[in-house]
């Protein structure tokens, strides 16, 4: 498991691109503040984000923000790969959506990634490539891009 010194900031970062990304749905967003202000002193991020029922994509995205200033993308990226790989096998037809939003990750963060994430570097050509039909198959691209995920999975069990 990732170590932080704010595991509420770690966990609103999971959720914000989980939602982003579709593999976790703005009612779980929810049900995390709930449970925070249930258990812990009352904090008006959190508070915001357990009355977050009605709002916008968008909004409910910046409120997490608030909560999850100071942890990386990446820290984050980590803990929903696994769900990003069940999605890949129960879906193969959102292989699109997966490979567009690492990439736009990888895009966000200056077209940098951390070692255990470079296979994210390679994704979008490689798509486009088998897609084009020059270079491999969008089945190969799929069993690579699972194999990367499928790591991920073996260690940040959820």
Known sequence: MLKT?????????????????SVVDSRQAIRWADSILENEPYNDDIANVAMAEHAS????????????????????LRLILGSLHQRLVEKPEKMQGVV??????????GYDAPVDLNFITR??????????????SR???RAGLLKDLAQFSEIYEE
Do not use: C, H, Y
Not at 6 to 21: D, S, T
Not at 100 to 109: E, M, P, V
Not at 123 to 136: C, K, Q, V, W
């Open 5 to 21: 010194t704010n595991p509420k900031a770690l966990a609103a970062r999971q959720l914000k691109l989980g939602i982003e990304a």
């Open 57 to 76: 994509f968008k909004e409910l995205q910046s409120l997490l923000e608030k909560i999850a200033d100071g942890v990386s993308e990446w820290d984050g």
């Open 100 to 109: 567009q939003f690492l990439t736009n990750i990888w895009k966000r963060n």
């Open 123 to 136: 994704l979008e050509d490689a798509f486009m490539l088998s897609e084009e039909g020059i270079f491999g």
């Open 139 to 141: 089945k190969q691209v």
